[in-house]
Structures are given as structure tokens and as C-alpha cells.
């Protein structure tokens, strides 16, 4: 719970703005507080996560309306969509003529008040101050049947004040595009409103130490008086009141949109975590060669206890990947047919030449995409290679240690789903590029050290009913 409350922005608004049905716009603490964000720029970033219906795009409309009436500055209100992008829009130009300070600014361009109030429609509106300068505020959607075409159309906007409606239903490439709209100027503000339905970027920020955050649920919203317990009561009986209500992001094991949840968990990561580990018994190494772009090639030491990262580096250059990997098997005496290489694409390369050298003369190269390991009947529940290695990871990190190292958190963007014909598929890569996601590079060297011909390898068995509960639809 928070107090906040500003008398001289409250009064502003009371004395300037009115609702519907025409009585004062009178804010309550938390409007006051988003008010204020955007009205005085208290933050460089905010992100506001308030119940539904709490009055923020209204709020945020109001204080876009003072704000450019008084400063000759551009402001973009961004939305996923044409008709949500419009909701803050339609709220601005229905206050503009609210009194004449902000009315005797604004630019009707020919056309009369009640027109431009009626229809509500505009997508750009102008103050003209006393000095001549323009304050602007116009909308763009993130709408649009193919993203490349809507990011390079979101890319060339731009403006150093951005207000985001409904954050979390923005995909993570738009997003960053959003982000690139802020240009390269030193004093930039960027609000993010909305309610959090995904673990997406929204997520992300909402964890950065950078963003100052407003957290309104329903106990707030109570105390301020907007909503009853009558209604509090209502609405968990609905859908979603966790997240429309209780403000609370899905977790990490929800399904995602598209079906997938999470491989591994961000509290079994932080589980497993030392601060330095000795891996022993025997030695695998995992190798996983990058392009170029903004991957990293990878090589991770594996013993039966724990794993470490010995190497993780944007190099593409494949002689390099190839010496590092020879080094480091004669470093730690890694047998060669306990070196997993990945051979697709640019790994060929680097597989070819350490499958050349005496250390490595016995290395494996892994095509995840080939079939998993078939039972004496010839059934599987993997749906590849790739399923396998990563479910065998999951089994072993369940029990075992890793050192600490930026890296392994892209473990957590690893995704399985349960197919229809029962078998566990990892999302592809080519689905986590167009959600914004890299390749789990740290997460797929480690999944290589799990390749073997027959299978699962240094794994302890699993508890009862374990894939039963944490794979429904998986073993029967």
C-alpha cells in the first residue's frame, strides 16, 4: 500500500479537467502518482502495472494534454493495436476542450470543436505555444499482419517521449523497435503501462533496477476507492483475476500463447548455483560454434557433480572455436569420444578440424534435429535429439551444481510443449527469434554434453511420477 498524493497537480486537474458526466476529474493516489510521472517527468523509465480498469489511459491522456500544451516537445503514444493505440488518443481530444487554457492552444486545423470531439479519431494533434513552437502528441500502432513491415514503419517514427498502452501485448522485436524510437538523444522518458499477461519483456523490465515501478492491485485500488468488495468478490470467480486483479505475472511453468512452458525454472536455476565448482568423475565437454551476429560460441566442462563455462565469446571464426576446444580437452584429459561438437551449419567447420587432431580424433558431431533414442520397441517420446539432450539436462541440474556465470540464464528462455502424439518438443529456434529471443547458446553447449547414441547418461533416475507431473501427457 502507498500514499501519494500531490496537491498542486491534483488541484491542476481538478480545476481544469472533468469526467463523463461532467463532474471534476478528481485522481486518486495512484492516478496522481501516473499523472505526475509523465505531467513533471519524475523518471527517465516507469513502468506502471495497475489492476483493470483502474483509469490509466485516461489518466496518462490527461497528463499528455498538459504536458504538450505547456512544452514545445514530441510525445508518441504507442499501442499493439489501431484500436487500443486510439483508446489514450480519443481520451486526449476529449479533454482538450475541457477549458480554454489547453482549447486556445491546440491547433483545429480548420475544423470546428465539435467535429474533432465527436469523432475522436485524429492520429497527430498540435499545441501552438506563445513562442510559436509546437507541443506534439501522435499515435502509432504495432498492428500489422507481417512484423518486418511493422518494425521498419515503428522505426521510422521517432521521439524522445514514449508512452507504451498495454506493454505486455507487445512482442519482444516490436518492443525493440519502440525502444530505437527514442533516438539517440541523452534526455528521453519512457512510461510502460498495462496489465502483465506475459513473461516477456514486460517481465524484464519490470526486474530492471533502471525502471522506477507503480504497483496497483486491487487492495490499492480498495483503499483509494476505486472498486468495491462486492466487486473484488465478482471477479474472482472470472478468469485471469490473478493477473487482471492480483497483478501478478503468470508463472514460470504457465503456457505461454503458444503452448509452450518452461524447461527449466528460474528457482532451479538459482538452486544450483556455487560460486565455484570442481566437475569430476567422467569429463564431458560441450561445444556450440556461433556465427556472426549476436550469438556466442560456447564450450562448457561437465562432470557427473557440476558444470562450468570455460569459454564464451562472440567468435565466429571457426579456428579459433576448433583450438580453444583442442586446449581445453587436453587441459582436463576429456577423452575425445566425450566431446560433443555441434556439426550443423558454421560447426561443421570446427568438428571437422578437431575430429583432425590427436586429442580429439573420437569427438562426436551432434545434429540435434536427428531422431532421439528409441526404445527396444521402437518408441520415443522426443521428438529429436535436441528434446532429449535438454530433458536429460533438466534431470541432471535438478541435483547437480553450476558455477556461477553470465550465461546461464538463457536457460530459462528454453521452452518444451507436449505434442499431440505425445512427444516433447523444445520450441525451435526459429519460433524464439521472431519472440525477440537469442539462441540459448550456454543452455544448447550444456545439452551437448547429455549426447550419447543410447541416451540419457550421468543421470540419476527420477522420483516417482516425476515426468507424470512436471511433463503431463508424457510416459502414459
Request: glycine letters at 8%.
Amino acid at each position: 500500500m502507498f500514499n501519494y498524493h500531490n496537491p498542486q497537480t491534483w488541484e491542476l486537474v481538478r480545476s481544469r479537467y472533468k469526467l463523463a458526466d461532467g463532474q471534476p476529474f478528481e485522481m486518486t493516489d495512484g492516478q496522481n502518482l501516473i499523472f505526475d510521472c509523465i505531467f513533471c517527468r519524475l523518471f527517465p523509465r516507469v513502468e506502471a502495472i495497475t489492476l483493470t480498469q483502474y483509469g490509466k489511459s485516461h489518466t496518462a491522456a490527461v497528463a499528455l494534454v498538459e504536458r504538450c500544451s505547456n512544452f514545445a516537445e514530441r510525445w508518441c503514444i504507442v499501442a499493439g493495436s489501431d484500436k487500443k493505440a486510439k483508446i489514450i488518443m480519443g481520451y486526449a481530444i476529449q479533454h482538450i476542450f475541457d477549458n480554454e487554457y489547453t482549447a486556445a492552444k491546440f491547433e483545429t486545423e480548420g475544423e470546428s470543436r465539435k467535429r474533432i470531439q465527436r469523432e475522436r479519431s485524429k492520429n497527430r494533434i498540435n499545441f501552438r505555444l506563445a513562442d510559436g513552437r509546437l507541443g506534439e502528441l501522435f499515435i502509432v500502432s504495432a498492428q500489422g499482419q507481417r512484423r518486418t513491415n511493422v518494425l521498419d514503419a515503428i522505426m521510422g517514427f521517432g521521439s524522445p517521449n514514449i508512452v507504451v498502452d498495454e506493454s505486455s501485448l507487445i512482442d519482444d522485436i516490436i518492443y525493440a523497435g519502440i525502444k530505437r524510437m527514442l533516438g539517440g538523444s541523452n534526455d528521453t522518458f519512457l512510461l510502460e503501462l498495462g496489465n502483465p499477461f506475459y513473461r516477456n519483456h514486460f517481465l524484464r523490465t519490470w526486474r530492471s533496477e533502471k525502471y522506477y515501478k507503480i504497483f496497483i492491485d486491487w487492495q490499492q485500488a480498495l483503499q483509494e476507492g476505486r472498486i468495491t468488495k462486492e466487486r473484488v468478490e465478482e471477479a474472482r470467480a472470472e478468469a485471469m483475476f490473478d493477473v487482471l486483479y492480483e497483478c501478478q505475472f503468470p508463472p514460470e511453468e504457465a503456457l505461454d500463447k503458444y503452448g509452450y512452458r518452461s524447461l527449466i525454472l528460474e528457482k532451479d536455476l538459482d538452486r544450483s548455483y556455487r560460486k565455484q565448482v570442481m566437475p569430476i568423475g567422467r569429463l564431458r565437454l560441450g561445444v556450440d560454434p556461433a556465427g556472426e551476429g549476436q550469438n556466442y560460441s560456447v564450450i562448457v566442462l561437465r562432470g557427473s557433480n557440476a558444470a562450468k563455462i570455460l569459454y564464451r565469446e562472440h567468435e565466429p571464426d571457426t579456428t579459433v572455436v576448433a583450438a580453444k576446444a583442442v586446449g581445453f580437452i587436453r587441459d582436463f584429459g576429456v577423452k575425445g569420444e566425450d566431446v560433443a561438437i555441434d556439426k550443423v551449419g558454421l560447426g561443421k567447420g570446427v568438428y571437422d578440424m578437431v575430429a583432425n587432431t590427436k586429442e580429439g580424433r573420437n569427438c562426436v558431431g551432434v545434429a540435434a534435429g536427428e531422431t532421439a533414442t528409441l526404445t527396444p520397441v521402437g518408441k520415443t517420446r522426443y521428438f529429436n535429439k535436441r528434446a532429449e539432450m535438454y530433458d536429460n539436462t533438466r534431470a541432471w541440474l535438478r541435483v547437480s551444481e553450476i558455477e556461477r556465470n553470465d550465461g546461464w540464464e538463457d536457460l530459462l528462455d528454453v521452452r518444451y510443449k507436449i505434442r499431440s502424439d505425445r512427444m516433447m518438443q523444445i520450441q525451435p529456434k526459429e519460433e524464439m527469434r521472431k519472440e525477440g529471443k537469442e539462441s540459448p547458446d550456454c543452455g544448447d553447449a550444456l545439452s551437448l554434453t547429455f549426447y550419447t547414441p543410447e541416451g540419457a547418461n550421468d543421470i540419476p533416475p527420477p522420483p516417482p511420477n516425476d515426468y507424470r507431473e512436471l511433463y503431463p501427457g508424457v510416459g502414459g
